[in-house]
């Protein structure tokens, strides 16, 4: 009898090894090749001039077609399982990124499959999947190590696109980048939920109608418009800021790459405060104000290379470190069988906020032929954020089991 359960015990500690490496790969590069797209705005303007203010528009519009899909791949997802969802994800990712080489027709197309693949390949989809193939008492550190993935690929990533684009023409550097995108389907076959545990998910309309009820769940919603709104005017803009103020293109990639290393240990430290220390919405408030705090001293300060690499730093610790905390408050407020959909309607608010950073950028930069305007927007955001942030209870409100 010992044997037998000790044989159950490695059959289940290697599924979970092998979810997580799953979910890893995908996130390393969902998140990874697109943490790196405003490089590419200097190619798209030389080789098929395209302007800031039109590839910031592209960008807008992945953004927000990620977050409106999200829910729509969670709720297929929670379903029929992630590995399908996340599989069409993968050869829509390669295609989108093939096509921005062709034409500025392609670029926008590109970007419209690109969105519709990163709500198919992330986080709701990806999250949803760990929670519900892995033991309860590993959850919390899965969906931790699984967001770092991300974090990780941001910091490789962004040197790998920056080295293509430099090295090689678009049209080969965009194959070589589809290529890689190609290999997430690897990732989706190991996060396949062809054993699907007991408890079913609710009617997708039912999930939502709780969640609608549920207020803490509503300024967590809202909250997140933040997140996106800031860090993706910063990924998008800042090498087109840094090209205004003197900076080199360099400098720009190196920041960037630097985002993607303290993102590593940012998301790491706020997984493992919020399960074991500090109750996640204090973690998400005191995130949005040191990120406020980090934009005004980088303002205030002498623009050198030394100030932008410890920009790029402090802002890497800040950066999607609200992931762990927010994804955990979902998974709490109301267990794992919907999980994807409902953090999808989460990501949703993050991601109108990333539609009107990307857009917003250009349009204040063509505007005012400057980005202050948008950084001291981006500063009372934060402040704003971390007040919706505080009020939520941390309460479980668990939803009924399906029949």
């Not at 079913?200 to 509503?218: C, E």
């Not at 090209?243 to 080199?248: A, K, M, N, Q």
């Not at 995130?287 to 001293?297: K, V």
């Not at 999607?320 to 794992?336: I, M, N």
Request: net charge positive; with cysteine.
């Amino acid at each position: 009898m010992m044997g037998k359960d000790n044989h159950q015990g490695r059959r289940e500690y290697a599924r979970w090894l092998l979810v997580l490496s799953g979910g890893i790969w995908l996130l390393f590069w969902g998140m990874g090749l697109r943490h790196g797209f405003g490089l590419f705005a200097s190619p798209l303007s030389s080789t098929l001039g395209m302007s800031m203010g039109g590839f910031s528009l592209a960008i807008a519009i992945q953004n927000l077609l990620w977050g409106l899909c999200s829910p729509i791949c969670g709720a297929i997802a929670d379903r029929f399982g992630a590995g399908r969802v996340a599989f069409a994800g993968g050869l829509l990712y390669a295609l989108g990124l093939w096509l921005m080489s062709q034409s500025i027709g392609g670029v926008y197309i590109g970007q419209i499959l690109i969105g519709i693949a990163l709500a198919a390949t992330t986080f709701g989809v990806v999250f949803g999947a760990v929670s519900r193939l892995t033991p309860p008492h590993r959850q919390s550190l899965s969906i931790a190590l699984v967001s770092t993935a991300g974090s990780a690929g941001a910091f490789a990533i962004v040197t790998l696109e920056g080295y293509i684009l430099a090295k090689y023409t678009l049209p080969i550097a965009c194959a070589l980048l589809s290529l890689c995108a190609l290999s997430m389907v690897f990732g989706a076959g190991a996060i396949s939920e062809r054993k699907r545990k007991s408890t079913p998910p609710l009617p997708a309309i039912t999930a939502l109608a709780k969640g609608a009820r549920h207020n803490s769940y509503i300024l967590l919603t809202l909250g997140f418009f933040v997140c996106g709104f800031q860090v993706v005017f910063i990924a998008l803009h800042l090498p087109n800021y840094f090209d205004e103020i003197g900076l080199s293109r360099a400098t720009a990639t190196s920041a960037l790459a630097l985002i993607g290393l303290g993102n590593i240990v940012g998301t790491l430290l706020t997984g493992w405060l919020g399960d074991r220390i500090i109750r996640k919405k204090i973690i998400l408030s005191a995130i949005y104000i040191l990120r406020s705090l980090t934009i005004l001293l980088f303002l205030l300060a002498d623009k050198t290379t030394l100030s932008a690499m410890i920009f790029g730093s402090v802002m890497g610790l800040l950066w999607l470190s609200t992931v762990p905390p927010t994804s955990g408050l979902v998974l709490y407020f109301f267990g794992a069988p919907n999980m994807a959909m409902l953090y999808g309607i989460v990501f949703v608010s993050h991601q109108i906020g990333s539609f009107c950073g990307a857009w917003l950028g250009g349009v204040i930069f063509r505007t005012f032929g400057s980005y202050d305007p948008m950084w001291w927007f981006a500063i009372l955001l934060g402040l704003l954020a971390a007040a919706l942030h505080y009020p939520i209870k941390e309460q479980r409100k668990l939803l009924p089991v399906a029949t």
